[in-house]
């Protein structure tokens, strides 16, 4: 990975900061994209001191993704300073929101893992050309086969279902039908590989509820059972880590036409995740949500 650069949202924590540890190992520049600089500057100097890297070889930038003002802030930095993107992980999850709504007016949780996602993705397009054979990862997860069906008057905003029975499930599945029709929009001679993975269950803090997320008989009685549970049988962040990082550095997978993966290899995804109309449909809404032309 020597002289190539990698853009990971969420990179201060979990899965993105074993990802970047990684990458950075193998001589990669990482760039962290973090809502919370504070959070992101302890992380990038611990990242710095346990891999010995060359303080160069990573930048921390600031994008908050239930926010459409800041992606385009950030998109726009990246593109004016950075010189090249060859590999884009779109790791950054959120599965408990408060408030719920953004600024924007869609559910927070759908936005910071898709909307955001997806527009950042187009704004940076031009930067993944320039250096092809460039890469975009988006970080789903096995809860997308929940979602039976979507519910297209409610698409974005979720505001008749709980977090994790709802909006949560529905980004990641709306991560891999937007991974499907990117790939069909970059078909040709764009040189960028799109891929979807889920790292499995992690134990990292994105399944710790608030209270005010579950209710407070969820959070005495049930939430200790799910950490018990989480205890034994869930991966170390590290090894959750592995697929996003075979899916970005991985040789064979150049041009493959796989497209969703999990432990390190190409699975199927739930029939309606790779359903071409829901595909189409998702695209165009989501274009309009966050004003593209
Ligand atoms: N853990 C699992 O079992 C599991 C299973 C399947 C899929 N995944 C997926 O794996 C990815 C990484 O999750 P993780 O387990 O490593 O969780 P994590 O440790 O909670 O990390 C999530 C990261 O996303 C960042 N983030 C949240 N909202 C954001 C926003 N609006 N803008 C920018 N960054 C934001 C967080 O920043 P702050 O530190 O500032 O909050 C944090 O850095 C997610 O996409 C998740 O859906 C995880």
Redesign the pocket.
């Known amino acids: 990975m020597k002289g190539k650069t990698v853009l990971i ?8 900061y074993e990802t970047a540890k990684d990458l950075l190992q193998r001589d990669a520049r990482v760039i962290m ?4 600089l504070n ?1 992101g500057q302890q992380a990038s100097n611990q990242l710095v001191s346990e891999t010995g890297c060359n303080e160069n070889n990573i930048r921390l930038m600031e ?4 926010s459409l003002d800041s992606v385009r802030a950030f998109a726009k930095l990246y593109n004016e300073e950075e010189e090249r993107l060859d590999v884009l992980i779109c ?5 408990w929101a408060s408030p719920m709504v953004t600024t924007d007016g869609f559910n927070s949780i759908i936005q ?2 898709y909307l ?1 996602h997806f527009l950042l993705t187009y704004l940076l397009l031009d930067k993944l050309r320039k250096y092809r054979r460039s890469r975009v990862i988006n ?5 997308h086969n929940k979602i039976k069906s979507i519910n297209w008057l409610d698409v974005f905003t979720q505001s008749r279902t709980l977090p994790w029975f709802g909006a949560y499930p529905s980004s ?1 599945l709306f991560q891999i039908l937007s991974t499907v029709k990117l790939r069909q929009q970059l078909y040709g001679n764009e040189g960028i590989d799109v891929f979807t993975l ?5 134990s ?4 710790n509820p608030t209270p005010q997320a579950i209710g407070w008989f969820g959070f005495i009685f049930c939430y200790p059972l799910v950490r018990f549970l989480k205890f034994f049988m ?1 991966k170390t ?1 590290k090894t ?1 880590a592995s697929t996003v990082i075979f899916c970005a550095v991985e040789p064979s997978l150049e041009q493959s036409e796989d497209l969703y993966f999990q432990n390190c290899k190409a699975v199927k995804p739930s029939s309606l995740a790779i359903n071409q109309l829901s595909a189409d449909r998702l695209w165009k809404l989501s274009r309009t949500a966050v004003e593209l032309q």
């Open positions: 949202t969420g990179a201060n924590t979990g899965i993105g994209a973090c809502r919370n959070r994008c908050d993704l239930c790791n950054a999850g959120l599965s910071a893992n955001g970080v789903s997860s096995k809860l990641k889920t790292p499995g269950w992690v990292t803090s994105l399944s869930a962040p959750g």
